[in-house]
């Protein structure tokens, strides 16, 4: 059996589907087996699409008049095809450049048999896509663990006056965070860093660090750290013994 969609991508009246019609219907489909849209070919309400791909059955055909009357984009196109094919329905263009499309001749199942391919080769580079960036984000997310161990056993050596233990924590923290280029991390050890210096007595360096922490809060347009930071720059700046 044939089934005949028709589209239009005006609902104001101004278009009319009376050439699809005919045309249609002069291929032999049947007035009542004719389904219709007038709605933009990007809209994704369509029911007049849906109702027609839901009347179709295995050996059925379905017959449009141009091929970008079906689907509103490509992708949307070669997946609508494909799952006509698996679902063993034909499909029958009768004019424009998709004219080419009969599945009731070879060059027309070669076609079909394309879209296929094309359908399947779309799917596997989604996966491939959607595996990289799995691993991408598992990787990013032990790396900013780690980071964030660091610094706390930065902070810990810290306090127990291990300044060298907690440097080179430190110095893993940093290369980690700007080799993921992750701005916040490297704010914080910064600040941790500049803490460092400070309870070592190089006050220079930890006003380096500080600054260096206070440019990325700057760089980023948040304060979320800059109070704690800015707090440390004023003790360094208090005289001794000043609270």
Same mark, same amino acid.
């Given at each position: ?13 101004? &278009? +009319? ?40 059955? /295995? ?18 196109? $070669?997946? +609508? %095809? ?5 679902? @063993? ?7 424009? &450049? ?15 048999? $394309? ?13 491939? !896509?959607?595996?990289? @960036?799995? #691993?991408? #984000?598992r990787a990013s997310g032990l790396q900013l663990i780690l980071v964030? /161990? ?17 440097? #080179? ?6 290369? !980690? ?23 070592? @007595?190089? +006050?220079?360096t930890a006003r380096e660090r500080f600054e260096q922490a206070l ?16 707090? #440390? %720059? /004023?003790?360094l700046d208090a005289p001794p013994g000043d609270p």
């Amino acid at each position: 059996m044939l089934i005949g969609y028709m589209r239009v991508s005006k609902a104001d009246g101004s &278009q +009319t589907t009376d050439l699809r019609r005919d045309a249609l219907l002069e291929a032999g489909v049947d007035a009542a087996q004719l389904y219709e849209d007038h709605a933009s070919g990007r809209l994704d309400a369509r029911p007049g699409l849906v109702a027609a791909l839901k009347a179709l059955r /295995a050996g059925d055909a379905l017959v449009v008049w141009k091929l970008d009357r079906l689907g509103r984009d490509l992708r949307h196109l $070669i997946n +609508t %095809v494909h799952d006509l094919t698996e679902r @063993g329905v034909g499909l029958k263009v009768l004019t424009g &450049q998709g004219a080419a499309i009969d599945t009731t001749t070879p060059a027309g199942k070669l076609i079909f048999g $394309i879209f296929a391919a094309l359908a399947e080769f779309e799917r596997e580079l989604i996966a491939e !896509r959607t595996k990289a @960036g799995l #691993a991408a #984000a598992r990787a990013s997310g032990l790396q900013l663990i780690l980071v964030d /161990a660091l610094r706390i056993q930065a902070l810990i050596e810290l306090r127990q006056r291990h300044w060298r233990v907690a440097e #080179a924590a430190l110095e893993g923290a940093l290369q !980690r965070t700007r080799a993921m280029a992750y701005p916040h991390a490297e704010a914080k050890a910064l600040w941790v860093y500049g803490q460092l210096e400070a309870a070592r @007595g190089d +006050t220079a360096t930890a006003r380096e660090r500080f600054e260096q922490a206070l440019a990325i809060c700057d760089r980023l347009g948040e304060g979320l750290y800059r109070p704690h930071i800015e707090h #440390a %720059v /004023a003790a360094l700046d208090a005289p001794p013994g000043d609270p």
